[in-house]
């Protein structure tokens, strides 16, 4: 089996992805782990104050894996899961910073 270059390190990341909802700013916490460029874990933590952004983050959380792990990071970039559309762009935000941390 060929090597294949990485562009980024293996290790387990924690950032905070922030964006915005129509309260305000918000947070989520991202656990990012890589190997060879794949997402093999990934886990989410809510860490907004507010009622409505708690309740379609934890949507987010319920939903978000099948479409993330077991992928290339670099292909990862979701708009839209179940009926959450705004927390995805916190965890975009997130697995850039992912991105910037790893690059190997």
């Given at each position: 089996e060929a090597m294949t270059a990485t562009t980024y390190k293996n290790g387990t990341y924690t950032v905070v992805g922030n964006y915005t909802a129509p309260s305000g700013p918000e947070e989520i916490g991202v656990i990012i782990t890589l190997d060879g460029d794949v997402i093999t874990a990934a886990q989410v933590e809510s860490k907004s104050s507010n009622p409505t952004s708690q309740k379609?983050?934890?949507?987010?959380?319920?939903?978000?894996?099948?479409?993330?792990?077991?992928?290339?990071?670099?292909?990862?970039q979701l708009d839209k899961v179940s009926s959450s559309s705004l927390t995805p762009k916190g965890f975009n935000d997130a697995l850039e910073k992912v991105k910037t941390e790893a690059k190997a």
């Open positions: 379609m983050q934890g949507i987010f959380i319920e939903n978000f894996k099948p479409q993330v792990v077991g992928k290339s990071i670099d292909e990862v």
